[in-house]
T-cell receptor, first 109, second 114 residues
């Protein structure tokens, strides 16, 4: 079966760094995705990892450890507009993703 | 512009009155999916399709039907809606068959069943 775990909610201060963790169990593995979803809007793609290691994309980085079934999303220089829900999703053998319940990030001044 | 279009955006209906939510994509994607999103439960997959005339149940298919007669369209049908189907629905398309199978989501349909 598929199982994705991530914290429900996190808070952080503008300008700071925050790390959102995700653990997963899937039947087969074809990549780990992070999506951002602002309230009332559609999720949008942020990052993708299929090999172990860190992928950096501007203020956002994502890390994957396949042996540990673990990923994190790192957000640097937080801005108020980063307040959103962050969804971890793992692709199983059929390339159909399973989504976690999302981590609601609140950035305060 | 590459996009996934779903209609309507908002719908209020009554129990038992059949409804269809349409979804169309212009990216020539193989895969299409329907999700519902409820507070505290995240995105749950209802049905998905890996190609024309190929559909499969997701995690919560009860009470829903889909069809994939053309590559671009993937309508979601509620034959007899019930209040527990009140939710926010998203259609998504993706290239399919590759590891970097990024999901592109429509804007969402907020459904209330009274």
């Amino acid at each position: 079966g598929q199982n994705i775990d991530q914290p429900t909610e996190m808070t952080a201060t503008e300008g700071a760094i925050v790390q959102i963790n995700c653990t997963y169990q899937t039947s087969g593995f074809n990549g780990l995705f992070w999506y951002q979803q602002h309230a009332g809007e559609a999720p949008t793609f942020l990052s993708y990892n299929v090999l172990d290691g860190l992928e950096e994309k501007g203020r956002f980085s994502s890390f994957l450890s396949r042996s540990k079934g673990y990923s994190y999303l790192l957000l640097k220089e937080l801005q108020m507009k980063d307040s959103a829900s962050y969804l971890c999703a793992a692709n199983g053998g059929s390339y159909i993703p399973t989504f976690g319940r999302g981590t609601s990030l609140i950035v305060h001044p | 512009e590459a996009q996934v279009t779903q209609n309507p955006r908002y719908l209020i209906t009554v129990t038992g009155k059949k409804l269809t939510v349409t979804c169309s994509q212009n990216m020539n994607h193989e895969y299409m999916s329907w999700y519902r999103q409820d507070p505290g439960l995240g995105l749950r997959q209802i049905y998905y399709s890996m190609n024309v005339e190929v559909t499969d149940k997701g995690d919560v298919p009860e009470g829903y039907k889909v069809s994939r007669k053309e590559k671009r369209n993937f309508p979601l049908i509620l034959e007899s809606p019930s209040p527990n189907q009140t939710s926010l629905y998203f259609c998504a398309s993706s290239p399919g068959g590759i590891a970097k199978n990024i999901q592109y989501f429509g804007a969402g349909t907020r459904l209330s069943v009274l």
